[in-house]
């Protein structure tokens, strides 16, 4: 089973603190995503990485940066954290199947708390 | 208008009861659709891929219907752990596959 890990599971950072959130995929993924969740308004796409050195901008990309210098590390970093950025942080990795599904495993999770 | 939309509800049924959800979605180019469950506090989990001809598994089924754009997932003979938030999601193919998750629809079995 493909596994997706995220090191952090619970972080409280203070407003204008720069967090790391790491994740790692062990299946040689290529695709790998950081979505965030909130009540009411489901996963938003925040940044994706096709390959490494790669990325591109999801729907929501402002106030975060993102860095794929590893084929399994993908890490979202939040250079100057605001208390709107409290929200569950949400790593994926996809399989591309043969008939062409699109299946993401997740990470656990990062619950991050800025105060 | 939202790329997909799902009743939040809650749901809440007995055990045994059979329970539908649906989910509508805007773009016509979409290809992929996926019923993910999420438990509390818990990550997304996929549940089971929608094709075209409809697929059951167990106490499951997912269909799909292009030309009203919604897929549904009807479960039979509910279990308490069946309990989750249930996410319906899309492709969006002319964005680079990139997949859009609805808000969910939050499901409550009782005994």
């Known amino acids: 089973d493909v596994k997706v890990t995220q090191s952090s599971r619970y972080l409280v950072k203070r407003t204008g603190e720069k967090v790391f959130l790491e994740c790692v995929q062990d299946m040689d993924h290529e695709n790998m995503f950081w979505y965030r969740q909130d009540p009411g308004l489901g996963l938003r796409l925040i940044y994706f990485?096709?390959?490494?050195?790669?990325?591109e901008k999801g729907d929501i990309p402002e106030g975060y940066s993102v860095s794929r210098e590893k084929k399994e590390r993908f890490s979202l970093i939040l250079e100057s954290a605001s208390t709107n950025q409290t929200s569950m942080y949400l790593c994926a990795s996809r399989e591309v199947t043969g008939h062409g599904a699109n299946v993401l495993t997740f990470g656990a999770g990062s619950r991050l708390t800025v105060l | 208008r939202k790329e997909v939309e799902q009743d939040p509800g809650p749901f809440n049924v007995p055990e045994g009861a059979t329970v539908a959800f649906n989910c509508t979605y805007s773009?016509?180019?979409?290809?992929?659709f996926f019923w993910y469950r999420q438990d509390c506090r818990k990550e997304p989990k996929l549940l089971m891929s929608v094709y075209s001809s409809g697929n059951e598994d167990g106490r499951f089924t997912a269909q799909l219907n292009r030309a009203s754009q919604y897929i549904s997932l009807l479960i039979r003979d509910s279990k308490l752990s069946d309990s989750a938030t249930y996410l319906c999601?899309?492709?969006?193919?002319?964005?680079?596959?990139?997949?859009?998750f609805g808000a969910g629809t939050i499901l409550r079995v009782k005994s």
């Open positions: 990485s096709y390959d490494v050195k790669m990325k």
């Open positions: 773009n016509s180019a979409s290809q992929s």
């Open positions: 999601v899309v492709n969006l193919p002319e964005y680079g596959n990139k997949l859009v």
